[in-house]
Each structure stands twice: as structure tokens, then as C-alpha cells.
């Protein structure tokens, strides 16, 4: 080794196993005072998230009365606008991994919202169908959405800005 090197395997602390303890701060935080994001402000990826965190909430307490999940009314929405499309399909659309599709799956329908059926041309696949107690829940579900969540972010965008926005993720999701 260099002369000057540090071995971390010969240094007290490594032999006895104890760990560092890091300085105490020069003067202690005011806790009355917000937590400076910095550099994180300026990031896209964390803006996104936490504005999708903000939206997933609003959305949640909207549908609470159903129960239902983004993704769920996100599957529920796709059925009813295309009949007979596989699982397979479906997941693929909305971007979910089989394992976490199953598990959502299992969940609507023990709850009556859609079944499963064999498809008459590959006895692999199952074709996804939505059922009346489904239909019944997703009218109700794109009421509250409509009338409440999107009222909502209609209201903070303007009509212009919900273009722009949408016009804006939507180049992201299939472009980056």
C-alpha cells in the first residue's frame, strides 16, 4: 500500500466494529423553519413524484367510498373500453408487472368487479371481462373522479395549463 493510504481494515475502528458517530451539527436545527429541498426543487424526477403522491392522494379520497386503487380504476376503465383483450394486454398497457397484475386482479375479482375467462383461442390466455357489479362501480367511480379530482386540478391548471401539462407527460411516457 501507498504511503498515506488509509486501510480501513487496520484502523481502530474496523478492528473493535464500532462505527462512527457523526459530529453533532454546529448549531441545531430550527425546527420551525421548512426543510430546505436545495437542488431537489430543480429536479424533475422528484417534482413528478411528489406531485404524483399529491394527486394519488386526492384521488384516493375521492373514491374512498368504493375503495378502489388508481390502478384498479385504471383496469376498470380499460375493460369497459375493450372488450375481450387478455390479461397479458392489459398489464402491458398500464405498465404493471405480472406478479403485482395477478395480485390486482385477484382483488377486483373477489370483489365481483371482473372475471376471467378462457380464451376460445389460446387456452394460455384469459380473457378479462368486466362484470355488472363492475359497470355499476365504474359509473359511480367516474362520477366522483370527474365531479371531484379532476374538478379539482381543472380548477389549479386552467384549462390551458391541463392541456399543456397533459400534453407535456404524455411526450415523456412515450418518448423518454
Known sequence: MADGAKNPAGSS?????QARIPKEPAEPA???QAVQLGELSDLLGYVLKRAQLKVFEDFLSCVAPLQLTPAQFSVLLLLDNNPGRNQTEIANTLGILRPNFVSLLDSLESRGLCTRVRSPHDRRSHILVLTE?????LARAKKLVISKHESRLNELLGSDGRETLLSMLTKIAQEF
Not at 475502528?13 to 466494529?17: P, V
Open 13 to 17: 475502528q474496523a478492528r473493535t466494529g
Open 30 to 32: 430550527n425546527e420551525t
Open 133 to 137: 357489479k363492475g359497470r355499476g362501480v
